[in-house]
């Protein structure tokens, strides 16, 4: 009887988080080198054989200095998130965007982005803003996957009084219009 072929064990990168033999490919090649040399040194023999017996010391001290290994944390420097595959998880601007969709010709939608970006919620949000300027508002997914908030009618311009007004930690200066395509600054 045949023999139940076994899972293959990968070996993946301490530094970028990819598998080992795709490191070549990833973000920073450079910065994971010594750890390749050190861990996975029969995946890249060219690696090895650039480097002789003094520079092998120099990479493991480089990669303790660069607190890569699991021994040390007692400096860390600011950490960037990184998503899988080794890209860089961007932080969101706290900003509130602004914009209005005409629908019917006459009837308008004004829809409000990055509001939830300042603590607050969405959901009550929406109940002060329908009774504010009595219609319908609710929160919906918008095309990014991010909720937002949607109110019926033109409430372009007294919006960014209303939510400078309702939550003070949200500054003017970052309630932003979005005007035939273009992103201009409510103040």
Wanted: aromatic share 8%.
């Amino acid at each position: 009887m045949a023999e139940k072929p076994q899972p293959v064990q990968v070996l993946y990168c301490g530094v970028c988080g990819l598998p080992a033999e795709f490191c070549e490919f990833g973000p920073d090649f450079e910065k994971c080198k010594p750890w390749l040399i050190q861990n996975a040194s029969d995946t890249y023999p060219d690696l090895l054989k650039e480097s002789n017996g003094k520079e092998t010391d120099k990479v493991s001290d480089k990669l303790q200095s660069t607190s890569i290994s699991e021994g040390s944390s007692a400096s860390k420097p600011e950490e960037v998130k990184r998503l899988p595959g080794g890209k860089i998880k961007k932080k969101d601007k706290q900003e509130i965007i602004i914009e209005k969709v005409t629908r019917n010709k006459r009837k308008s939608i004004t829809t409000i982005k990055g509001l939830e970006l300042f603590g607050v919620k969405l959901s009550d949000a929406s109940k002060k803003l329908g009774k504010k300027f009595a219609t319908g508002a609710s929160v919906v997914k918008g095309p990014t996957e991010k909720e937002q908030i949607d109110v019926q009618g033109d409430i372009f311009y007294d919006i960014v009084d209303f939510i400078t007004e309702t939550w003070r930690d949200v500054p003017e200066s970052a309630i932003f219009f979005i005007e035939d395509g273009k992103k201009v600054p409510a103040a």
